[in-house]
């Protein structure tokens, strides 16, 4: 076998959340080898800054980094996040909340919510969302860290953040340059390629020079400098599935009790988000332009804003879908610049995560080994489409036909797998597992039987208990939940006693 050159150096062209997330991983992941690492970025050109919601997964990220949560929570005034309140989205008027956690305890090796949908077919009228104790404590503005008592209902659930994401990305910037990652401000205004690989050779930075690497990574948001401007990648539009295409985000005054949750209303061509921060809230309305105009979709946002605009709404236009290769010759697109899925389940971050975690398993050498590309072009296509997929599923499982948009999904195509998924749950209860997939079976669960989406069968396993033994059981979980989130400290006072608090607002006169 030939010796292999490894990898000397590495330019991460854009910064952002994304930029920053991939400077910061590479450097701690890195450290110790001969490898530089460079990060060009140009303070004219804005940033997306809109997922300030994330997913549990991001732990895992800073916790590799050793970063100290409390520290990183001041630094980004960040909150804590139990999970997405759904409103108006099965028929006007209906909320659920996504957890992060599961649905009660399984009994005998039967998940919990296979005998609930028999209780429910007899007669009783307890909410599923009443067996999840991160629910309970979300819709009680409660929260704690996960006990490490397994047997303790507390330890039931995982969390994330809520936080600023440009705070976010200046934070790991810090930790980046301290680890040896050097930042160059400028434009990139020519990309040079090998004339017979086609490779990346160096990119050109106003005023600054050129610069060389083996290694690039596209982090430059929907433009694709490099992987599409220069490598001209290709694009597979997701519109037929997801149309929306716009975006207006604006922030608000923090007012009223700080919720642990992200909340995520349906509107008549869209939907609007709400993001509760430290300092402020972040809001924004996601939208189709084919039925609504801009004009409207903006009065929509403002008219149902909870408190006082802090500064201007912000536009943004969008095309749902992902990059036909996200690795092509030597340049890997994370971030915005690999795809777009609209936030609607706080997605955008855990993609960069996915994409940057899925390049440290695969780090190449100089050869970039075909297998390797492909098989990250692999990976990374499914994160998409399993998310894609979950997706949709909140457009498609309603009732809702009071828009021309809804009207639209009644009639759609779906995708064949979530066509087969979505016929397994209806007809038996059952959900198909995937080996590959970022959401698990709570999640599907959540939405289905949040947007009524109710089964015609249940698991004749729970059948095996009698009704008043799986109804006093039933009952048990509710109490135990109900107790537990009594004890649970207010999530504002938690943010404070942990020591996590930057400027938190005070709710008077809101």
Not at 149 to 162: C, H, I, M, P, R
Not at 217 to 228: A, K, T, V, Y
Not at 395 to 411: C, L, N
Request: glycine residues 8%; contains cysteine; negative net charge.
């Amino acid at each position: 076998m030939a010796d292999t050159v490894p990898i000397s150096s590495v330019c991460i062209v854009g910064g952002g959340t994304a930029g920053w997330m991939a400077a910061a991983a590479l450097s701690n992941k890195l450290a110790g080898l001969p490898v530089t690492i460079s990060l060009i970025e140009s303070a004219e050109i804005g940033t997306v800054g809109v997922g300030e919601a994330t997913l549990p997964h991001i732990r895992a990220f800073n916790d590799a980094l050793g970063i100290e949560e409390a520290e990183m929570m001041r630094a980004t005034e960040a909150t804590f996040k139990l999970g997405i309140e759904f409103c108006d989205w099965g028929r006007l008027g209906d909320r659920y909340i996504h957890p992060f956690g599961d649905y009660g305890p399984a009994i005998n090796d039967v998940p919990f919510y296979q005998y609930w949908l028999r209780l429910r077919r007899a007669g009783d009228q307890s909410r599923l969302d009443a067996h999840s104790y991160p629910i309970v404590a979300a819709e009680n503005g409660r929260f704690r860290r996960p006990s490490s008592d397994l047997a303790a209902v507390e330890s039931t659930f995982g969390y994330a953040y809520q936080f600023d994401a440009g705070l976010y990305a200046a934070f790991l910037r810090r930790y980046a340059e301290k680890k040896g990652v050097t930042r160059t401000e400028g434009k990139v205004v020519r990309v040079d390629r090998d004339g017979e690989t086609g490779h990346v050779r160096s990119v050109e930075v106003a005023e600054r020079g050129t610069i060389a690497a083996d290694l690039f990574i596209d982090c430059s948001g929907f433009r694709g400098l490099l992987i599409e401007g220069a490598l001209e990648t290709g694009y597979s539009d997701w519109s037929e599935w997801l149309p929306c295409n716009r975006a207006i985000a604006v922030p608000t005054e923090s007012c009223g009790v700080l919720r642990p949750f992200t909340r995520a209303t349906a509107r008549t061509a869209g939907w609007q988000w709400r993001i509760p921060l430290q300092h402020r809230v972040g809001n924004g309305h996601v939208y189709c332009s084919s039925f609504i105009s801009d004009d409207e979709a903006h009065d929509q946002l403002v008219t149902n804003l909870d408190a006082p605009m802090r500064a201007e709404p912000r536009r943004l236009s969008f095309t749902t879908g992902r990059r036909r290769l996200f690795w092509n010759k030597n340049v890997v697109a994370i971030g915005l610049a690999g795809g777009f899925l609209e936030p609607l389940e706080s997605t955008s971050i855990h993609l960069i995560q996915d994409g940057i975690t899925e390049l440290l398993a695969l780090f190449p050498d100089r050869a970039f080994a075909s297998c390797d590309i492909a098989e990250y072009n692999r990976r990374m296509g499914l994160h998409y489409e399993r998310i894609r997929d979950f997706l949709l599923l909140h457009y498609v499982a309603t009732q809702r036909t009071d828009s021309e948009m809804w009207r639209h999904f009644t009639d759609l195509r779906l995708p064949d797998s979530l066509s087969e998924r979505i016929e397994a749950w209806v007809t038996r209860g059952h959900l198909i597992r995937y080996e590959f997939g970022l959401f698990l079976p709570p999640s599907w669960i959540a939405v289905m039987l949040g947007q009524n989406l109710i089964p015609e069968r249940y698991d004749i396993r729970a059948e095996a208990m009698s009704h008043g033994a799986v109804s006093a059981k039933a009952a048990a979980v509710r109490e135990k939940v109900l107790s537990a989130v009594r004890q649970t400290p207010d999530h504002a006072a938690f943010i404070r006693q942990i020591g996590a608090a930057a400027s938190l607002a005070a709710a008077e006169g809101c």
